[in-house]
Nanobody, 122 residues
Framework: QVKLVESGGGFVHPGGSLYISCTLS????????MGWYRQAPGKEREMVAR???????NYANSVKGRFTISRGDTKNTVYLRMDSLKPEDTAVYYC????????????????WGQGTLVNVSS
């Protein structure tokens, strides 16, 4: 079974920084993309940052220049460094991965983590 487990998050004052990470476990044929989404209370889930196996990286306009997504050396881990945090960044942050598996047959799956809360408040 393919799973994503997030860690990090928590409470921070405006202007502060946080670092969250996500590790994929389970047997996969390939990892096509990994990224972070967030959902604030009363709002829809939105893409924050995403990186593909081809090296393409995308950020939401609201976080460009403040957030940095990166992959670990083993490529099954994705990190999100969040700087200059604002109260409007408060949300549950979800790790996302698009993976290919070949057992029992080849197919592409989208996997979500359980979410980690980031709370930016004075």
């Amino acid at each position: 079974q393919v799973k994503l487990v997030e860690s990090g998050g928590g409470f921070v004052h405006p202007g502060g920084s946080l670092y969250i990470s996500c590790t994929l476990s389970g047997s996969v044929f390939s990892i096509n993309a990994m990224g972070w989404y967030r959902q604030a209370p009363g709002k829809e889930r939105e893409m924050v940052a995403r990186t593909t196996s081809g090296g393409e990286t995308n950020y939401a306009n609201s976080v460009k220049g403040r957030f940095t997504i990166s992959r670990g050396d083993t490529k099954n881990t994705v990190y999100l460094r969040m700087d200059s945090l604002k109260p409007e960044d408060t949300a549950v942050y979800y790790c996302n991965a698009v993976v290919a598996v070949d057992q029992p047959s080849y197919r592409v799956l989208e996997v979500w983590g359980q979410g980690t809360l980031v709370n930016v408040s004075s």
